[in-house]
DNA sequence: TCACTGTCTCGAAGATCATCTAATCAACCA
DNA sequence: TGGTTGATTAGATGATCTTCGAGACAGTGA
């Protein structure tokens, strides 16, 4: 698990794109994790996650939503593949936490300087 | 033109996903903004219109990518639906401008506060 | 070893999306 | 009025995505 991993762009952050407009691989790498958070179901699942406080076990998560458990497990593959959350399995649950890098790079790619808004 | 505008929860901002988890109506609105950031072209075209400084005329967009005009037009139209954009006819060309307020919106969604990340 | 629980993978069906060409609309100018 | 240019709309097509059921895998406990 946790094997596969987004492409590493996600420490040195680049400028807003309120600043300066991205060049194409910005764009592709910043798109597909926008594309990880444009399900609803997705955007609760990271909700959740961030907002636990540390971990969560998928039984956690499964329960509060009406669609079946493969359905979630996929939904959180792909959160996992965008670099937005990992996890490990101890004993017989699943724990996934965030990864705040991540969510700091895509955050400060909306930014708008105060100076921009003027 | 800039008929159509995104469900108004644009203005009052909730609290960051990595704070407390969002109830399916935000995750909805927040996922719809998403989908719209998606596409590499659209991100870049979001980009462009936000970093020029104003407004941007649709011809300066059109010769930057691969893709035909009516494509362009498209993506231009769920930049829109979404809130992030928005555009007006003066002569014979169309300007289109950014609209902070939603880009905010959604970047703060995403921040993690300092708190979050110990 | 065997049964059970929790989670993931696989393959398929239906829905949605990106893109194109052709046609239309809006503004300008001769 | 008719021609030209810039931009959007309409309709079609191929690709991608969401979801499910069935089955496989990992771990626990009797």
New binding site residues.
Partial sequence: ?SKQQASDQSSGCCAPISVSALDEAQAVDGAAVF?AL??P??LRLMSMIASAGGEI???DL?GQF?????????????LRQAGLVD?E?R????YYWPLPERMKWVSALLSVPETAIA
């Fill in positions: 698990m594309k444009s399900d179901i997705r076990c998928v039984c499964t009406e669609v079946s458990g493969p359905t979630i497990s996929h939904h959180l593959r792909v996890c399995r004993g017989t649950w699943v």
